[in-house]
């Protein structure tokens, strides 16, 4: 029914290492941080920006419902970024605020989110995996989240937690799978102004050092991407290490 679902090669190679940008070894005590750009693939001048602006290892997620997809993506992966899938999931205040047509609903029945997924899933092709996009509420509900984790896991697919949702079954229900998640730290421009972008990747850097690994999450926005690119000149002279999100996969989780 859709073309281009990603696949766990007959060899065993899933999605999620076969389209991981390569890294340079790293000291295991070398703190290392990923930041996730979202919304890309709908404002062209955005998207463009960001896959030249940014340096290759930001991770940039895909929104599903922009044109010519696969042309962003190939050109963003070409520039070494590796790239999300967002899955737009049901926030708490559904339907007044409604992330598309193809969102993910915790009333749904398993086969009509299931068929949704795989819409979500065929809209470009070489990503490392997906994020979800709001689903404050589609994450509380280990009902609805299960099946969808576990087609994902089938199709070697990493999981990126956008960062603040309470009362999430996001890390039980990745861990009863086993399907590789990163979880998102905090959201690096909530306020659009310089000084409190400045000051959230400031304290991305300080939990990287403090955990030993920090996920950022942001938005395409100009000023979005031209504070990341100050920030990241001098990173690695601080002590940290930028990595591409599919880096961030822990061992705490136990999900190699």
């Given at each position: 029914?859709?073309?281009?679902?990603?696949?766990?090669?007959?060899?065993?190679?899933?999605?999620?290492?076969?389209?991981?940008?390569?890294?340079?070894?790293?000291?295991?005590?070398?703190?290392?941080?990923?930041?996730?750009?979202?919304?890309?693939?709908?404002?062209?001048?955005?998207?463009?920006?960001?896959?030249?602006?940014?340096?290759?290892?930001?991770?940039?997620?895909?929104?599903?419902?922009?044109?010519?997809?696969?042309?962003?993506?190939?050109?963003?992966?070409?520039?070494?970024?590796?790239?999300?899938?967002?899955?737009?999931?049901?926030?708490?205040?559904?339907?007044?605020?409604?992330?598309?047509?193809?969102?993910?609903?915790?009333?749904?029945?398993?086969?009509?989110?299931?068929?949704?997924?795989?819409?979500?899933?065929?809209?470009?092709?070489?990503?490392?995996?997906?994020?979800?996009?709001?689903?404050?509420?589609?994450?509380?509900?280990?009902?609805?989240?299960?099946?969808?984790?576990?087609?994902?896991?089938?199709?070697?697919?990493?999981?990126?937690?956008?960062?603040?949702?309470?009362?999430?079954?996001?890390?039980?229900?990745?861990?009863?799978?086993?399907?590789?998640?990163?979880?998102?730290?905090?959201?690096?421009?909530?306020?659009?102004?310089?000084?409190?972008?400045?000051?959230?990747?400031?304290?991305?850097?300080?939990?990287?050092?403090?955990?030993?690994?920090?996920?950022?999450?942001?938005?395409?926005?100009?000023l979005t991407i031209d504070r990341i690119d100050a920030w990241s000149k001098?990173?690695?002279?601080?002590?940290?290490?930028?990595?591409?999100?599919?880096?961030?996969?822990?061992?705490?989780?136990?999900?190699?």
């Amino acid at each position: 029914k859709y073309v281009r679902l990603p696949i766990i090669s007959k060899a065993g190679e899933k999605a999620w290492q076969a389209y991981a940008s390569p890294i340079a070894p790293l000291p295991s005590d070398r703190p290392i941080v990923a930041l996730v750009i979202g919304g890309m693939g709908i404002s062209e001048n955005s998207t463009n920006y960001a896959i030249t602006q940014v340096p290759p290892a930001v991770t940039l997620a895909f929104a599903p419902y922009g044109n010519g997809l696969q042309r962003w993506m190939d050109r963003a992966r070409a520039q070494g970024h590796e790239t999300l899938i967002e899955l737009p999931m049901e926030p708490f205040d559904y339907p007044n605020n409604d992330p598309g047509p193809y969102t993910l609903l915790t009333r749904s029945e398993p086969a009509k989110n299931l068929d949704r997924l795989q819409w979500l899933l065929s809209r470009g092709a070489g990503y490392v995996g997906v994020s979800n996009y709001q689903g404050a509420r589609f994450i509380a509900d280990s009902k609805a989240l299960k099946p969808i984790f576990e087609a994902l896991q089938q199709r070697g697919l990493m999981y990126v937690d956008h960062p603040g949702a309470r009362r999430s079954h996001v890390k039980k229900i990745a861990l009863e799978v086993d399907i590789p998640l990163s979880q998102g730290t905090n959201q690096i421009d909530p306020k659009l102004n310089k000084f409190a972008i400045d000051e959230a990747l400031l304290r991305l850097e300080e939990l990287a050092k403090r955990d030993g690994v920090a996920v950022g999450f942001g938005s395409g926005f100009p000023l979005t991407i031209d504070r990341i690119d100050a920030w990241s000149k001098k990173l690695e002279d601080r002590g940290v290490t930028l990595v591409p999100v599919s880096a961030t996969v822990s061992s705490r989780y136990k999900l190699q």
